[in-house]
Nanobody, 126 residues
């Protein structure tokens, strides 16, 4: 599985951005998908994840109510809609794909993601 990210860039505080991650291969619809972020002074952390069917999602507390993860299995694409962005959301964002462990609880552990996108930078600044 190859993952190619798009989106990202510079946005003012309280602005919005949408990240996309397109996957190759026919197994996309059977994989959990996640978005992670990393800064130079922090380890890579999960932002959100979504189950293979799209019925289950997980959000880190820091982004709940502001970010929305979604997927379109017909297009082999997962999205991260980011609203009300804050300077502390500034980071490199990565999408990832992993084998599901539980039907109603998408994978959250970084170690269980097998495939990674190339990363995209998001900068929130005035």
């Amino acid at each position: 599985v190859q993952l190619v990210q798009s989106g990202g860039g510079l946005v003012q505080p309280e602005g919005s951005l949408r990240l996309s991650c397109a996957a190759s291969g026919r197994i996309f619809s059977s994989l959990d998908m996640g978005w992670f972020r990393q800064t130079p002074d922090k380890e890579r952390e999960i932002v959100a994840s979504i189950g293979w069917s799209g019925d289950s999602t997980y959000y880190a507390d820091s982004v709940k109510g502001r970010f929305t993860i979604s997927r379109d299995n017909a297009k082999n694409t997962v999205y991260l809609q980011m609203n009300s962005l804050k300077p502390e959301d500034t980071a490199d964002y990565y999408c990832a794909a992993g084998i599901p462990k539980h039907p109603r609880d998408p994978v959250q552990s970084i170690g269980e993601y097998n495939y990674w996108g190339q990363g995209t930078q998001v900068t929130v600044s005035s």
